[in-house]
């Protein structure tokens, strides 16, 4: 609680609902106002550019790796597709170059075949199919010839097209291959025959595997219909039929985003390898290649909490300094007011106070002025001169008009003290004057005054006027702290060389810790329901302040309060030239 009291604003505590005097605005109100509009002034910019980068940033990630997919899968298609033309031309120079005779030469071939191998590399044996699909002629690791494809589908595509490129199967081999095929035709005889090589599908794999793919990336050949032709690292072993979608044919790279049966997605990168059944699929975990998103998002939000979190502070921190300054400014504003209008009431009943005292002077001077001459007539006459009762009667109307006459001397006194006038002033009989006005509230309330003054108290300089109506709602506060039979003391003395403290205590209520703050602030009043202005104490702070000297309370509830007034000795230059100015 103490740590919340120390930042709590001045303004805080201001009560609205009392009354409409209580306080000029509605403070707490304007604050929240001030920080709301604040608040949608700075954030909706900041949050609008930050939603902004982030959709921009995350389509840039995304733009940047669907595109590093397509580059990828477009190299990898010119790598396969050259890999198999370059074969496919050079099966295509043999046939044209030598005829069927020469090719039927097992030397022949054979040296042909060597020549491949040692050229382009990748050629496992090397054919001759005449075109009822009897191999004619073979060079190889194993024991192909006089083989009869005549069922085989690729001899009649070859036939019908000129050339081939199969797919991979195993065939009679068992073995994992795919074959090239040219068409030739005898010079001789017009028959059509067909030259055909097997390529060596580790050659043919290494170009995929060896390719660097980021986001837990995979490379691998299909076929039409979807089987897998390459070994594959995740989406399962040859000839398996791949659990993605095969787009339509294209003669450009495309890339898509697609969901395996697991629910993974993946950018995976689609191209046709043109004359031949394949199709290149490259893939990449999307989560893999959005992982520097991750890093950038994690960043943004943090810097825009962050941005946040000081903007709000600073917000917060303009705006209560702020409305604490425009309270402050209002509450000095309500007080000179206020003052102003309480000193003109008190110098009008001042006035009205002189005038009383004068037109009571007057008859009190001829009452006391004929009492006195029959007090003479009585004393002339024998039979009155020794009538002790009689002139008793006369010395008691005589001594209530000297107390009358006491009475409106001291109204005089308090009337010229109204003006400000600063002069020399004893305490005792500035206290004494005060308690005078509340001696028959004391009496009838059983109220026990007591003054602790030095008769060496040396005098000071200040304001009586002033001084009388400071001590004289000292006290009056106390009489409506306490209730009947309770105790008031006043106490003086010299606290250093050029200052004087004076101390007003009395045993009644008490103050409450949480008013004790603000019981010098215009308006506010412990005694709400006896209506108390909130006035009494605002002033008389104001006045101690005026007169160059401080003000402090000590309570405790229950037990009773003490005021504690410290005076300069002499009023200082400033002092005296603001109350000459007021007087002016």
């Known amino acids: 609680m103490a740590m919340i009291d120390r930042f709590k604003p001045k303004f805080w505590d201001t009560d609205n609902a009392v009354s409409p005097g209580r306080s000029l605005f509605n403070y707490r109100r304007i604050w929240r106002l001030a920080i709301l509009l604040l608040t949608v002034v700075t954030l909706v910019p900041l949050l609008v550019l930050t939603f ?13 790796n669907l595109m590093r997919t397509a580059r990828t899968t477009s190299n990898t298609r010119r790598t396969v ?39 382009f590399g990748g050629f496992v ?54 074959i090239i095929a040219q068409r030739i035709t005898d010079a001789r005889t017009g028959k059509d025959y067909v030259l055909r090589a097997t ?23 299909v076929n039409h219909h979807g089987v897998i032709q390459t070994p594959s690292r995740h989406r399962g072993a040859i000839f398996s039929h791949v659990d993605l ?18 629910g993974m997605e ?67 504003r309500a007080r000179a007011l206020h003052q102003m209008e309480h000193t003109n009431r008190m110098a009008s009943i001042g006035r009205l106070a002189a005038g009383v005292a004068h037109e009571i002077n007057n008859p009190l001077a001829i009452i006391n002025e004929k009492a006195g001459l029959i007090k003479d007539l009585f004393r002339f006459k024998e039979e009155y001169s020794h009538d002790e009762r009689l002139l008793a009667n006369v010395d008691s ?71 009388q109506q400071i001590f004289l709602n000292l006290v009056n506060n106390a009489f409506q702290a306490m209730s009947d039979g309770g105790h008031i003391a006043i106490t003086a003395h010299q606290a250093g060389g050029d200052t004087l403290t004076f101390e007003v205590k009395d045993d009644g209520c008490g103050i409450p810790e949480a008013d004790r703050k603000r019981i010098f602030d215009p308006f506010f009043s412990t005694k709400k329901k006896t209506g108390g202005t909130g006035l009494g104490l605002s002033i008389t702070y104001g006045l101690v302040q005026e007169l160059g000297g401080s003000m402090s309370v000590e309570s405790t509830v229950g037990k009773g309060t003490t005021f504690t007034i410290t005076m300069p000795i002499k009023a200082t230059p400033s002092e005296a030239r603001k109350n000459e100015d007021t007087v002016g």
């Open 199 to 221: 390529l060596d599908t580790a050659q043919f794999n290494a170009i995929l595997s060896a390719i660097d793919l980021p986001g837990q990336g995979d490379a691998f050949i």
């Open 245 to 262: 979608p095969i787009p339509a044919y294209s003669e450009i790279t495309s890339v898509q985003q697609e969901t395996d049966r697991h």
């Open 397 to 467: 109307i005589i001594a209530s008009v000297e107390r009358c006459g006491r009475i409106t001397k001291r109204l005089l006194g308090f009337a010229r003290h109204i003006d400000v006038h600063v002069e020399p002033i004893r305490f005792k009989h500035l206290a004494e004057e005060v308690i005078s006005f509340l001696h028959k509230e004391a009496e009838y309330r059983s109220i026990t005054i007591l003054m602790d003054i030095p008769e060496d108290l040396p005098d000071f300089i200040s304001d009586r006027g002033k001084l």
């Open 125 to 178: 044996d090397l054919g001759l199919i005449d075109s009822t699909g009897r191999q004619v002629a073979y060079i190889g690791p194993y024991q192909l010839l006089g083989r009869d494809y005549s069922g085989q589908e690729w001899l009649a595509n070859t036939l019908t097209r000129g050339s081939y490129t199969s797919d991979v199967f195993l065939g009679y081999r068992d073995v994992p291959h795919l």
């Open 81 to 119: 597709a050259y890999f198999l033309n370059s074969r496919d031309k050079a099966l295509e120079f043999v046939a044209n170059q030598n005829g069927v005779d020469s090719l039927r030469n097992p030397a022949t071939l054979k040296g042909i075949l060597d020549s491949m191998k040692h050229s």
């Open 266 to 332: 993946y950018t995976v990168g689609y191209a046709y390898i043109e004359g031949t059944p394949f199709i290149l699929l490259v893939l990449k975990k999307t989560s893999e290649l959005m992982k520097p998103w991750e890093t950038v998002r994690m960043e943004l939000l943090w810097m825009l909490v962050v941005s946040i979190a000081v903007i709000l502070m600073v917000i917060v921190g303009v705006a209560t300094y702020m409305v604490d300054k425009i309270y402050l400014a209002d509450q000095t």
């Open 52 to 64: 902004i980068d982030y959709n921009v940033t995350r389509y840039s990630l995304e733009s940047e």
